[in-house]
């Protein structure tokens, strides 16, 4: 394993392409406590804003305005001639809205807890607000990456599925589904890892050239 590497070496010789987003100040104040020395934070998503945002407006934002309108239709708040009888129907909102509380509130619960970040040397996923689950994956253990996106994730939410191998004897997969901008992630990870590999290699050229000597046991 390389890690007596130089934290500022390697800060100098992890600079990555522009990146779209780049993390916040709140962002990384929040991660800083899952930092080892020499790293930094280079990328901060979640789940799709337009995902989230779209998926809010039909899930509860809609049913929740017809269910007042139909409210206030009913009392004579509000009234439509000729359609006063869509009053008696407020009960199909009221029931989408009942019906859809599980999936609005597990997509609320998503945006607020779930956090995916990139750091100069690991891939860091962190779950919860009281209890958390922090799962991380040194980059250079990460074999490949795929990204899955449907016909409405890559043209309508901009999000998709990232599907991570990493090495080890059991093969771990890291799935994580509907993230933003999964495409500059993928790049990230790939860019990060590579200019790992290459500073190893730089090291290692440097390794070469030098004299191997043992030291003296003579007291």
Do not use: C
Not at 118 to 138: D, E, Y
Not at 182 to 206: C, H, N, R, S
């Amino acid at each position: 394993m390389r890690q007596n590497l130089s934290p500022f070496k390697l800060k100098a010789k992890l600079k990555v392409a522009v990146i779209i987003n780049p993390p916040s100040k709140g962002q990384k104040k929040r991660l800083s406590k899952l930092l080892s020395k020499g790293e930094e934070v280079v990328y901060v998503t979640s789940i799709g804003k337009r995902y989230f945002y779209i998926n809010l407006f039909f899930l509860l934002i809609v049913p929740l305005i017809l269910t007042y309108i139909a409210i206030f239709m009913f009392f004579g708040i509000i009234t439509i001639p000729n359609y006063s009888w869509l009053k008696y129907f407020g009960f199909i909102p009221l029931f989408l809205l009942i019906y859809n509380t599980p999936k609005y509130s597990h997509l609320i619960r998503m945006k607020q807890s779930f956090t995916y970040a990139l750091t100069n040397r690991r891939f860091v996923i962190v779950r919860g607000i009281f209890s958390r689950k922090i799962v991380t994956a040194p980059l250079t253990a990460i074999t490949h990456v795929t990204v899955e996106q449907s016909f409405f994730q890559r043209f309508v939410f901009n999000t998709g599925h990232l599907v991570i191998i990493t090495a080890g004897f059991d093969q771990r997969e890291i799935v994580i589904e509907n993230i933003g901008n999964p495409l500059e992630f993928k790049i990230l990870i790939e860019e990060l890892t590579e200019k790992i590999e290459d500073t190893w290699a730089t090291e290692d050229d440097k390794d070469e050239g030098k004299e191997f000597k043992l030291r003296s046991l003579d007291s």
